[in-house]
Nanobody, 126 residues
Framework: VQLQASGGGLVQAGNSLRLVCASS????????MGWFRQAPGREREFVAS????????YYEDSVKGRFTISRDNDKSTVSLQMNSLKPDDTAVYYC????????????????????WGKGTLVTVSS
C-alpha cells in the first residue's frame, strides 16, 4: 500500500484546510485509515482514524469538534477536514493504514499502523 497525502499549507488561525490521502493498490477497503501528526521536537501523535466500514471513528481530544475524518472507498481516499485551526495544530500530518479483518476496527496509536505515507506540512499562524 502506498499513501500520498496532500492539502497542507500555511493558514491563519481560525481558518480551515482539507487534507486528502490517496492510496494505491486494490486493497484500500481492507484497511482502516488514520491521520497522525508530528510537531517539531515532539513525538508523532494520533489525530483521527476511521474504520473500513466508516462505522467507527476516533479523534484526539484536542481536535474533537474541529476535525472530521472521512473516506471514499470507491476512490481509495481518506480525508481530514480541519476547521477552526489553531497554532498548536502546526505539524507534519501523516496518513496511515492498518490492515484488519474486522470492518469496524480503527487504530488509535502509531504502533497499530502498518503503512505510512509521506507527510504534508500544516502551518497555522497566529
Amino acid at each position: 500500500v502506498q499513501l500520498q497525502a496532500s492539502g497542507g499549507g500555511l493558514v491563519q488561525a481560525g481558518n480551515s484546510l482539507r487534507l486528502v490521502c490517496a492510496s494505491s493498490g486494490r486493497s484500500f477497503r481492507m484497511h482502516a485509515m488514520g491521520w497522525f501528526r508530528q510537531a517539531p521536537g515532539r513525538e508523532r501523535e494520533f489525530v483521527a482514524s476511521i474504520s473500513r466500514n466508516t462505522a467507527t471513528t476516533y479523534y484526539e481530544d484536542s481536535v474533537k469538534g474541529r476535525f472530521t475524518i472521512s473516506r471514499d472507498n470507491d476512490k481509495s481516499t481518506v480525508s481530514l477536514q480541519m476547521n477552526s485551526l489553531k497554532p498548536d495544530d502546526t505539524a507534519v500530518y501523516y496518513c496511515a493504514a492498518k490492515f484488519h479483518y474486522y470492518s469496524a476496527y480503527a487504530p488509535k496509536t502509531a504502533l497499530d499502523v502498518d503503512y505510512w505515507g509521506k507527510g504534508t506540512l500544516v502551518t497555522v499562524s497566529s
